[in-house]
């Protein structure tokens, strides 16, 4: 663990919170992504337990079929990446905060007393 991340630990006690909720929805995101896999990899199996020899063209090749499901995945991850900074610039603090009135200046510093 970082100095900061410890640092801010001991201060709020909500980092080490977040990390561990950040932790579990990591673990259900891949949980969700293997089950989705599976059902894919059902699907296709069924596809071609049903097609069978009946499918009067030669199918393309394991190449073929990799190459093209490893564009689509990262046809996927583009918009997956475009999304999720989309959703950083909404809800970053500095987007959040409101503008400051116009004619409105800093506070200024204190004067010096002597």
Do not use: H, N, W, Y
Request: proline share 4%; hydrophobic share 40%.
């Amino acid at each position: 663990m970082s100095a900061e991340v410890r640092a801010k630990s001991e201060e709020g006690g909500l980092v080490m919170a977040d990390l561990r909720e950040c932790d579990q929805r990591t673990r259900e995101l891949f949980e969700t992504v293997r089950k989705s896999e599976e059902s894919v990899l059902d699907l296709g199996r069924k596809c071609a337990k049903a097609v069978g020899d009946a499918m009067p063209v030669e199918l393309p090749v394991a190449r073929e079929i990799l190459k093209g499901a490893f564009d689509f995945t990262e046809e996927v991850m583009k918009a997956q990446r475009d999304f999720v900074q989309k959703v950083l610039t909404a809800t970053s603090p500095s987007t959040t905060r409101r503008p400051r009135a116009a004619g409105r200046t800093a506070a200024k510093p204190a004067k010096k007393v002597a």
